[in-house]
């Protein structure tokens, strides 16, 4: 077999625990993901996982390093391109870690870690386990979800009636369902 011919070997797979800073309680997801995606497809891992809406501008930032979304008229901008960079270049280990934020007026922090890195399984993207469901997207950041709470857990609350009918009674911050959070991967 010609070195042209052989077959490339399947990335391994990282397995990812991406916790979202400043809000009680902690809400947090880990993920399996192919080491070899860049931090474009991440940061589409990351939106499935919190179900959100990619509304808002967001950066990675690893060693002092920012990446994100670039344009060609910003090449100054200080940003590195998130689609020409893996993963597994800027985490090559377990234990590394990385930040990203999401909402540069929210704010939302995440710290990602690396727990640990297997060999390629087939399995691709997914969501393995997590807590809590995510703060609404366009909630107002950490304080304005901690207000958000507040306002749902009591009926006497000023707000009460206003998060009610924003968010539809329905949003339950305990809730937190993987096989949601795959669909939504797949679908990705």
Known sequence: MTKASQPTAAPAIYHLRIELRDVEPPVWRRVAVPGDISL???????????????????????LGSFYGPTREDDADGGLLDERDTRLDRILPGARRRMDYLYDFADRWRHAIVVERIEPADGGGFRCLDGRRAAPPDGCGGPEGYADLLRAMADAAHPGHADAVERYGGGFDPERFDAESVNRRMRKG
């Open 40 to 62: 474009a497809q991440l940061h589409g891992v990351i939106q499935a996982a919190m179900d959100w809406h990619d509304l808002h501008l967001h950066h990675f930032s690893a």
